[in-house]
């Protein structure tokens, strides 16, 4: 009996299938809200084009020579924005109760949180595939080779990942999914435009410098400009991975127990 | 015959708020336990302790034999839950929610597929499986949500609110599923505002006031908790009234009231009737009409809290 007492945990292999079914839950979404697709696919590419065509030449010469520098800037911004999508789903099922109708359900405890993040990986790996794809038609061409290309995805998808959790903690703090996006925005536009990611930052003054320096946008733009246009690797990768164990480190456990605090 | 649902002095705390003070109840397997209160009362807080949602501070239950802090999984095995607000994800289709909950519970793709095809013709929601549900009416939604909850073929079923905010004909549809579930053995915990709701579909009723237990018994036990009963008479000619409200007032226990010819009166004495009958016979009275009444649910609310019964406002 009381061998029987203890609850028995949900096998690992279980866990992952309920994931998958919840990955699948989320992406099937887009099939009945274009808006979405809109959000990951058309307004990155608008972004892109913008940048490129209205502040590239002014800041590198040429729209051509911006994008080297560029496009790289324009997908960890996009990354990170995207980041949001993950907060803005998980205060959805919180604050319409889908999230009781899952906790109420004989599945492992963690899955509901890890389907969403894999689905929003998966809608990352896309949207980056479509900026470098766009990117290529425009000009830009990857100058080192496949395992590159393979390193700026897994980079791109392990950072995005680790950086989403900060978008857990904001939902499960605030009472409704636009408050994350508001939230998100005002945390966001200082940390991706106060960085290197757009324009070079010499004429930047020194204050401003200093920062943009050790800001981890900056240190994943380098890192992904590394992997794709040659140049230095091992020294932004291994920043831009120390960061993601922070962000990790700091923002999964403050989530969990935020989470524990509101159910 | 045994008990399906347990719970022994539950308590739970929000901040400041005690929202549940002390709640002992328990559901006989196969029957309906009716939670009724008004909003604010602590109902969905029962319920989401037993569904295992919240651990309580203090005390504990057990669902099916199973305790819903220590074994949450086996108590999730056996239960079904349709929340207060319902639940379904407004972004899939009728048919998608329904296999999402298959899915996760087990199900092959074909059989979770079939199963919500079952449940969509049994909900009269066939129509409506390829529309996202964020379209649909409120009785829609909340026949979609129960049909959620049911996906499993669970032996148990807490509804919180379940005809809320519902016109009356889709209340109407809503008893009756739940009283086609309980024709199948189901037994089901509900929390309603409303009396009427637990007099139609409780086999007994647990009234409840700030988080405490005030009440405890069958539709027919609480009524008779007040003690008071009404009598009803009305005069075969009009031209007897005033003699029978004469009488009537040597039996009422209050005011007597004649309004459109109808002589009403509270009773309390037993042989109140007998003794009313004896005295119309005895007065050559005839009478069209004679009842003693229950005192309906609403008058042993008012008299178990203080306070009227709300008047079906939505929580
Ligand atoms: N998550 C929560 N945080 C703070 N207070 C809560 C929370 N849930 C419920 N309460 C409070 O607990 C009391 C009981 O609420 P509830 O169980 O929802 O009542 P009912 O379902 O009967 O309307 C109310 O005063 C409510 O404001
Ligand atoms: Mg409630």
């Known amino acids: 009996m009381t061998v029987l007492a203890a609850e028995p945990r949900v096998r690992i292999a279980d866990g992952l299938r309920h994931t998958g079914t919840l990955a699948w839950r989320t992406l099937v979404q887009i099939k009945h809200n274009p808006f979405e697709l809109l959000d990951f696919s058309v307004q990155p590419v608008m972004f892109l084009l913008l940048f490129t065509y209205v502040f590239g030449g002014a800041i590198a010469g040429s729209p051509g020579d911006y994008l080297a520098f560029g496009l790289s800037g324009i997908i960890v911004q996009n990354l990170l924005f995207a980041t949001l999508n993950t907060g803005v789903g998980l205060n959805t099922d919180l604050s319409k109760g889908v999230f009781d109708r899952l906790r109420s359900l004989p599945i492992a405890r963690w899955s509901p949180l890890a389907g969403r993040i894999v689905a929003d990986m998966i809608k990352q790996a896309w949207a980056v595939a479509l900026l470098l794809g766009v990117g290529m038609i425009l000009g830009f061409r990857v100058a080192t080779g496949p395992l590159e290309v393979l390193g700026t995805f897994g980079l791109l998808l392990v950072f995005g990942m680790a950086a989403s959790w900060m978008s857990v903690l904001v939902a499960m703090l605030v009472s409704a999914p636009e408050k994350v996006q508001i939230f998100g925005f005002v945390l966001l536009f200082p940390l991706t435009f106060a960085s290197n990611a757009f324009a070079p930052t010499d004429s930047m003054p020194g204050w401003l410098q200093a920062w943009v320096k050790v800001n981890p946008v900056s240190v994943l733009a380098d890192a992904i400009r590394g992997l794709l246009n040659g140049g230095p690797v091992a020294g932004p990768v291994t920043q831009a991975l120390l960061w993601a164990a922070a962000l990790l480190a700091v923002f999964a456990p403050l989530s969990v127990w935020a989470f524990r605090r509101r159910v | ?315």
């Open chain 2, 1 to 315: 015959m045994t008990n399906a649902i347990v719970a022994e002095g539950l308590v739970q705390r929000f901040g400041d708020t005690t929202a549940l003070a002390g709640v002992d109840l328990a559901v006989r397997t196969g029957t309906v336990l009716g939670l009724l209160g008004p909003n604010g009362a602590g109902k969905t807080t029962a319920v989401r302790v037993l569904a295992t949602l919240l651990r309580p501070d203090q005390g504990h239950a057990t669902v099916g034999g199973y305790d819903v802090v220590r074994e949450a999984h086996q108590v999730r095995r056996l239960i079904g839950l349709t929340g207060q607000y319902a639940s379904v994800d407004e972004t899939l289709t009728g048919a998608e929610n329904l296999i999402l909950i298959g899915r996760l519970l087990g199900l092959p793709r074909r059989d979770a597929k079939a199963r919500a095809r079952e449940l969509l013709a049994e909900f009269r929601l066939d129509d409506a499986a390829d529309r996202a549900a964020g379209k649909f009416s409120g009785g829609m939604r909340r026949r979609l949500d129960l049909a959620a909850s049911l996906v499993g073929r669970p032996r148990l079923l807490f509804l919180d609110e379940p005809t809320t905010g519902l016109d009356p004909r889709s209340r109407n549809e809503m008893w009756d599923i739940v009283r086609g579930l309980v024709a199948d053995g189901v037994t089901v915990l509900l929390t309603t505002q409303y009396l009427d709701e637990a007099d139609q579909l409780a086999d007994e009723i647990v009234v409840i006031d700030h988080g405490r237990v005030v009440a405890t018994g069958t539709s027919d036990q609480l009524k008779a908790r007040t003690g008071r009963q009404t009598v009803t008479v009305r005069p075969s000619a009009e031209a007897d009234l005033d003699m029978i409200v004469a009488l009537v007032r040597l039996v009422a226990a209050g005011p007597v009231d004649a309004t459109g010819g109808v002589v009403t009166a509270p009773v309390t004495d037993p042989g109140a009737l007998a003794h009313l009958v004896r005295r119309l016979d005895d007065g050559g009275l005839a009478v069209a009409e004679l009842a003693l009444r229950s005192p309906s649910l609403d008058e042993v609310f008012l008299s178990l809290t203080g306070r009227p019964a709300p008047e079906g406002v939505p929580a």
